[in-house]
Each structure stands twice: as C-alpha cells, then as structure tokens.
C-alpha cells in the first residue's frame, strides 16, 4: 500500500492506475477509522479496481470554538486498517500541502447547507465543499463514497456534484451501529461511561419517529413533538435539532410524502452527536 504525503504523488500513481483502465474509488476520511469507514473502504474495494483513502483532518469544516485540536487521531492505527481491507494509497496530507500559503478559494453553497447542522455549524459546509472538490481534484475518481450517517453532507456533496458538473458518482453506504443502537463516529471516544449510556436516546428518539411514520402518522409536526419529547426525557441530553426535511432539497416538510430525512442532533456534556432515519428509499 503506498502511503502519499504529497498531491504530485497522488497524481502520478492515478495516472498510471487510469492509463491501464482501471477503475478508482476514493473514500474520504478525517481518520480514526471506525467499522463505518470500514463499510465504506469494502464497499469501494468491491466495486473498483483501485481504493484511495484521505485521511485528512480538515480545519476549514470545524467551527472557532469546536474540537480542531482534540479531534481523534492515530494514522499507525488507521494505516493498518486501510492495508488489511485492500486499500491501495493512503492519501495523508499535511495542512500546508492542502492549502498552502495565501489559500483564498472556497466552494460555498446555499439552501441546502442553511438547514440542520449547517445552522448550528457555520462555514462548515463550506469547509467541506471545499476540501471534497480539492480531493475530487487530486484523486480524480471515478467513484466516491460517503456514509448517510452524515445524510446532509451526503446531499450537498451530490448537489454539488450536479452543480459544478463533477464527473463523479456518489455512493452512499448505510449507517453502521454499536450493538445498542448508537451510530458509530469518531467522536463517540469523547464519552464518558455515562454520557456513553445516555446517548442511545438519539437512536430511541429516531425509532420513535420510525414508529409512527410506520404506523401511518404523516405530520411533521406530530412526529417533531415525539422526538423531542423522548429526547427531553434524559437530563444529560440538551437538544440541538430535530427536523424533518425532503431528503434531496433538506427544505422542512410538514406533511411526510416522498424520500424523507428524519435528523436529529444532541450535546451531551461537550460532545455534539448526530444521527437520522431516512424515509422512502
Ligand atoms: O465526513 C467526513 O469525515 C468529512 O466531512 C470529509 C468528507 C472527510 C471531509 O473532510
């Protein structure tokens, strides 16, 4: 497995790659490699020929007052992940090769990145817009997969895709869980034994939403109150958002009746933790 610091690295073996006609998969991470990123690598090594990883942690997607510096990190430990699943280059960049001295271009998108964590995040859509187009850029992929674990990042990646007319396809890959529900995340290592058992009240609070949507309950409203109210119900949980939102725009519905994206978010103690339930795909 070749580990490439550098983007003329990158560039020079997908040259090669391509030149031969193979196909080449690019998962992009912020490492601390979990079973989700793990799904994701298998499923590109499935479908193409060659499978690059980004290991990258982007300091343009994280807020002033966010968790940049304590952010999890541990590239032996990823490095091995990627060699045991197949990956062929761990892309691994520092923060100078990525944006280098007087970095002034963003990707900036609307609508789409004002909703959910975008309102609650400012700028980091824009942080992650622009960094995807830098590693569509230097990769050149044919594919690129991303968990639905980040439903919204999903939807803007494919908006911005279809924008900026990326010749690119998107693959997103379902959530992988804990045994009790929680969907994994690098920052799930934040918590503590009790913060840990407190936050399964996401998932209950999704299935709950499930639920109803099941058994037929169409309003948005209905099904908000419910969320919330089981979200409220354990005292170490503060409440962020719960939504519900047409999965392609992320525009608040009030009436459930195509593809549908339940999401919520939630801090417990410092730690933001987000999850969702897709509807009708
Ligand atoms: O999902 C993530 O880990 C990041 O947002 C991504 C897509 C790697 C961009 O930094």
């Known amino acids: 497995m070749i580990i490439a610091k550098t983007i003329k690295e990158v560039r020079e073996n997908v040259k090669a790659w391509r030149a031969e006609g193979l196909k080449v998969g690019l998962v992009p991470t912020m490492g601390y490699l979990h079973e989700g990123h793990q799904s994701l690598i298998r499923r590109a090594v499935k479908e193409n020929d060659r499978v690059v990883v980004s290991i990258f942690v982007n300091p343009l ?47 900036d998108m609307t609508g789409l990145t004002e909703t959910l964590c975008g309102k609650s995040r400012p700028g980091h859509f824009r942080g992650v817009c622009t960094v995807v187009s830098k590693l569509f850029n230097i990769v050149n992929p044919d594919r690129a997969y991303f968990g639905w674990k980040d439903a919204q990042q999903v939807a803007v990646i494919k908006r911005m895709v279809m924008d900026l007319n990326i010749d690119i396809e998107i693959v997103a890959c379902e959530t992988v869980r804990e045994s009790d529900g929680l969907a994994r995340s690098s920052r799930n290592v934040y918590l503590s034994s009790n913060e840990r058992k407190a936050s399964t009240i996401l998932q209950e609070a999704l299935k709950v939403a499930e639920k109803k ?17 089981t979200i409220s119900s354990v005292k170490e949980v503060k409440l962020d958002y719960a939504e519900i939102v047409d999965l392609k725009t992320l525009q608040p519905v009030s009436t459930i009746d195509g593809p549908t994206l339940v999401a919520a978010a939630i801090f417990i103690g410092g730690t933001r933790l987000i999850d969702n339930y897709i509807y009708g795909i």
């Open 61 to 107: 997607q994280f807020g002033e007052n966010e968790d940049l510096d304590t952010y999890p990190r541990d590239f032996a430990r990823d490095s091995k992940i990627c060699a045991s699943e197949g990956v062929s280059m761990v892309f691994h960049p520092s923060g100078h090769e990525m944006y280098n001295k007087g970095f002034c271009t963003f990707v």
């Open 213 to 229: 949507i099941a058994s037929g309950v169409r309003s948005s409203h209905e099904i908000k109150e419910a969320m919330v109210e």
